[in-house]
């Protein structure tokens, strides 16, 4: 997740989700491994060196250091701390997938009466739901893109199964982010060509020491850029099966489609290769790789944005933008309509297949 998290390898993700790398649960709080400002001073070490953005990386690390300064993180633990530098950091500029990672046992819910332990924080499914939704219809829903062979031997098997559909709906409306791989195994299905999908620019300081998240991916491939920066193109290459060339292709979006799901979004509708429907996706774009803070705690740091290379414009704050505007819930709906399910059996395949994660768009940690 690439990855993307918005790549998982050593990671990109998610944006909040960006479903960055998380790092191996600590035993220990920070107070007891590692003061308060040595994980400050580390995450501010890391931002003014490897950020996206040379002068904000440079902005970000001295607004942490003026907090280290003034003793606002002095005594902070857990979601405490991770809400302090986190407030300090999205004052200078909100970045999507900025957000300090905290121990997960500082991260859990509090203890339950009589000291019981919390139970354990649900895990999404990667993929759900996926088979024939109606007659020559195939859906599926994402909702992310992990660095798992046995999830992109599943999306490949799904495009080979209905190979012979009319129509595929991608539902990544709880989608949260991840890399590549499984996308890499959908794209050759559904294009004639060899196609331009999006380009990936890394900080170039980042990408000379061998720390960019995308080198060596078969689908990218080298392309000129910016100054101060690596870029790199993703390309889909067809297979030798036609049969799902000139099916319709509809994704479903969210505000909590994130990460690498803005990816995949951006990618079907710059090449208008499918219908968007739904709302504006999260804006969380940079995609960057994990990074160990001491104490348990670690961070996601954005090392580069993926953007429409005929516009030259990304989706950070902003967001994919849908075709068709509907509320999320009712986005199944319409894109059943849209390819001539009647209404009222639309809408019992769309309560059928109502996803059970939140579908809005997630608040950073730290923005009032």
Known sequence: MIRLSHLLPALLVAAGTAAAPLLAPSSAFAAEEASADAIAEKYAALLERDYLYPETGKRY???????IAAGRYKGL???ALGAAIDSDVN?????GHLRLRVPEAAAGAAPAPGGATPAPRPK???VEQAGWIAPGIAFVRFNLFPMDDAVTAEAAKFMADHADAKAIIFDIRTHNGGGLDQMDVIFPWLFGKETRLVTMATRASVDAE???PIAGIASMRMA???AGMVAREHWATPNADARLRD????????GASASAAEHFALAMKHTGRG???GAPTAGANHFGRGEDLGGGYGAFIPVGRTYDPATGKDWEGEGVLPDIAVAPAEALQRALTELGVAPAEAKALSDAHMPSWPMERRKPRGVR
Do not use: F, H, M, Q
């Open 77 to 79: 633990s857990g979601e």
């Open 275 to 277: 219908i968007l429907v």
């Open 210 to 212: 061998g720390g960019s």
């Open 224 to 226: 000129k850029g910016d």
């Open 124 to 126: 999404k499914v990667p």
């Open 61 to 67: 690390a001295a607004a942490i250091r003026a907090g």
């Open 91 to 95: 004052a200078v500029s909100p970045d």
């Open 247 to 254: 099916a319709k292709v509809y994704v479903l979006t969210s």
